[in-house]
């Protein structure tokens, strides 16, 4: 890998209701076909930011759940009808499943509706740096190994959410702003959070070894944006908790937007720190 001055990636959260067009924006893990997808939110995102290229890093669609029992509401249509509409208007839209959409990898090479279905791929910035776009369940043991143990990881995520919503159901009431239990359940059991360092190392591994600067993943539902050994690592989060996406700027500053933090400043909420991790 040919050595460049090396930018140190931003980390900064949009607050602002304008609309803003980027170079470049990445989504992952919306788990459409899921009653804990917050559809609403993401078409209001998308309402008020476009890019020129745009990413889906895998898990848009939940074919795991999809498979036990049909959910399928009017906003996760807008979602699917949305994303195709700015790809007639211009954008280039490029599909990389992941574990719960993997049914698509049957399609992998393939362009239909204006998406461009790939496994991986090297995405180059306006200043020069090589990322390695990939979902990241392809360095996930337990998915790989014992999908019987993912699966039910799945079902007790489900039911960490059904307690979640029910929580935030009476903060909400109570005039306080959204908590993710499963968040800070995350960062505060020892295995959750070796688990989270030990996927940030492999797929900075993994860029490294591919002669790339950085990785942009998804799948673990944990939004970062930091350098691993002089390898940049950023990760999407998702639109079931956490409601983020990352955007790179014209001038290939890369940016963590959390969305849920506008919708509770339009709602007169205080805002709410994100949780971090220790190594953050």
Request: aromatic content about 8%; proline content about 0%; glycine content about 8%.
């Given at each position: 890998m040919a050595a460049r001055p090396q930018r140190l990636v931003k980390m900064t959260d949009d607050v602002s209701a304008e609309h803003r067009h980027y170079r470049t924006l990445f989504l992952s893990d919306i788990h459409l076909g899921t009653r804990g997808c917050q559809a609403e939110l993401l078409l209001d995102?998308?309402?008020f930011?476009?890019?020129e290229t745009i990413y889906l890093v895998g898990d848009i669609v939940?074919?795991?759940r999809l498979r036990r029992s049909w959910y399928w509401s009017q906003a996760h249509?807008?979602?699917v009808q949305k994303l195709l509409r700015k790809g007639r208007k211009g954008a280039r839209i490029v599909y990389l499943p992941g574990n719960h959409d993997e049914f698509l990898r049957g399609y992998l090479g393939t362009h239909f509706g204006g998406?461009?279905?790939v496994d991986t791929c090297i995405h180059e910035t306006a200043d020069g740096r090589r990322l390695l776009i990939i979902h990241g369940d392809q360095f996930d043991v337990v998915v790989r190994h014992a999908k019987w143990l993912a699966h039910l990881g799945d079902w007790a995520y489900v039911a960490a959410l059904n307690v979640n919503t029910a929580v935030n159901k009476a903060r909400r009431f109570l005039g306080f702003p959204y908590w993710s239990l499963s968040a800070w359940a995350k960062l505060k059991v020892k295995n959750a959070v070796n688990f989270i360092g030990a996927f940030?190392?492999?797929l900075s591994g993994e860029a490294r070894?591919?002669?790339a600067d950085g990785v942009v993943c998804g799948h673990i539902h944990h939004a970062a944006l930091r350098e691993i050994d002089g390898i940049a690592y950023v990760n999407t989060g998702d639109w079931v908790e956490s409601c983020t996406a990352v955007a790179e700027h014209h001038d290939g500053r890369l940016e963590?937007?959390?969305w849920t933090r506008l919708a509770e400043e339009r709602a007169g909420l205080p805002a709410l720190a994100a949780p971090r991790a220790a190594a953050e």
């Open positions: 995102f998308m309402r930011n476009d890019a939940d074919g795991w249509n807008d979602v998406v461009d279905v940030e190392q492999a070894r591919q002669g963590i937007i959390r």
